[in-house]
């Protein structure tokens, strides 16, 4: 059996299909786990060069991490990849108590038994940069230092309000950093030894020299790396430099369908405006109450809602499900007063896209929202993911299918709240092209 190239731990299920995105468009074949498999199921993917295993870190505390997150990487350790990455959301938004970035490092340099975890974040493809150890993320068309981000600096659980990633991680552990810039990049300057070393990646050739030094540098004595998924979209470029893969594969339309259930627990704008888009393209709306769903009467205010989404699914008509119509409905401060309740709230909109997906016999799906799809697809039933179309027009959103549970074969779009076009929806329901 070929090594594999890379295994994977996405601190949450939008992020873990990013990743899965840029490895399988580019010809490396990826399955993404979303428990740990058995050798059943690890077996059916045998032909596999990646590995992925969808987590939910980035909304866990560093306790949770201590034991959750520690086990996940031991398991990765015994599939013995040529590289082992820590996924985390392009716009590294966490903090010390939740999301916690320092204290997976922390684990991962632990249970991998290397000195210096290389750290890389930008990725030009999904509009992401750093330049100089501070990030910078495109919305709307400009790009923002990422602490003036119209969206992320004003994040309802970790807000971003510093650009500086070494800075920003310095609250969250007492690792040693280093960092080697763009300029010292391209110079092929030696890197400072520490604990963390962040690398630029501002352009295509800061990402090529960045995939090198992660392929031909750190595999051997790092082979433990934390960063989004310009880790992957770095190393592809190096990979096809070294003959480890060949031409990108060409993937079909699936073609559009006649239904599609949308669940959303975000309350991005980006999401406000492709809900807006949607009910003014032929999808019908339904207004949740995320208070209700994560309350004592959630199973009364779930059957309220599938009822409601059913009605609009048997009349031959496609349906969004919300839990906000954007940042001005956010009723997070109302949720955060209950212990669990934005994990119960991911969980109930599981249950209700299950229910729409099986009882109107759909064949294609969307959940909304980086947080909401970690918890919602853990009630659906799915024991993975392969990707069935990658979408070059919105990177890092992909279509995807479902293997096992109830849905099995069902084609399936996770969602972060601040990724995609205004006609977001209404493009994974014509199968993968515009429809405007």
Not at 17 to 24: G, I, N, S
Request: proline letters at 4%; hydrophobic letters at 40%.
């Amino acid at each position: 059996m070929t090594r594999p190239l890379i295994s994977y731990y996405g601190d949450d299920f939008t992020g873990s299909t990013d990743v899965m995105e840029a490895l399988a468009s580019n010809g490396v074949e990826t399955v993404l786990f979303l428990t740990q498999p058995d050798d059943a199921l690890m077996q059916r993917f045998s032909g596999a060069r990646a590995f992925g295993l969808a987590g939910t870190s980035r909304s866990q505390t560093p306790d949770w991490m201590d034991t959750h997150l520690r086990a996940a990487f031991e398991w990765l350790k015994t599939l013995d990849a040529e590289l082992c990455h820590y996924k985390v959301c392009s716009t590294f938004d966490s903090a010390a108590h939740i999301g916690n970035i320092g204290r997976a490092i922390e684990i991962g340099r632990s249970v991998f038994g290397v000195e210096t975890v290389p750290l890389v974040v930008g990725a030009p493809q999904i509009r992401r940069y750093t330049a100089f150890g501070e990030l910078f993320a495109a919305y709307q068309g400009r790009n923002y230092r990422i602490d003036r981000h119209p969206v992320m600096s004003r994040h309802p659980v970790t807000p971003m309000d510093e650009a500086n990633l070494l800075r920003h991680l310095a609250r969250q552990t007492a690792l040693s950093a280093a960092h080697l810039d763009n300029v010292a990049l391209l110079a092929g300057d030696a890197p400072e030894k520490a604990d963390m070393l962040l690398i630029d990646v501002l352009d295509a050739a800061t990402q090529t020299a960045a995939g090198r030094l992660l392929w031909n540098d750190f595999r051997a004595t790092s082979p433990f790396v934390c960063g989004s998924s310009g880790v992957e979209y770095a190393l592809v470029k190096a990979w096809a430099e070294a003959g480890e893969i060949g031409e990108k594969p060409v993937f079909a339309f699936p073609g559009a369908v006649d239904r599609l259930a949308v669940v959303s627990g975000s309350v991005s704008a980006t999401t406000e405006r492709q809900i807006r888009h949607a009910l003014s393209n032929g999808f019908d709306g339904v207004s949740l109450d995320p208070l209700a769903l994560s309350g004592e009467a959630s199973e009364v205010e779930i059957g309220k809602s599938v009822a409601a989404g059913l009605s609009s699914l048997q009349q031959g008509r496609s349906v969004v499900l919300y839990t906000a119509l954007g940042p001005s409905a956010d009723k997070g401060a109302e949720l955060d007063h209950a212990t669990e309740a934005r994990h119960r709230l991911g969980r109930a909109l599981g249950r209700i896209e299950v229910e729409l997906v099986t009882r109107a016999g759909l064949s294609r799906a969307v959940v909304a929202g980086g947080d909401t799809s970690s918890h919602a697809l853990g009630e659906m039933g799915i024991a993975a993911l392969t990707l069935k179309l990658p979408l070059p027009q919105t990177p890092g959103s992909p279509l995807c299918v479902a293997h096992g549970g109830p849905v099995d074969g069902l084609e399936i779009a996770l969602k972060g709240g601040q990724v995609g076009n205004d006609d977001y929806f209404s493009m994974i329901r014509a199968g993968g092209r515009s429809a405007n």
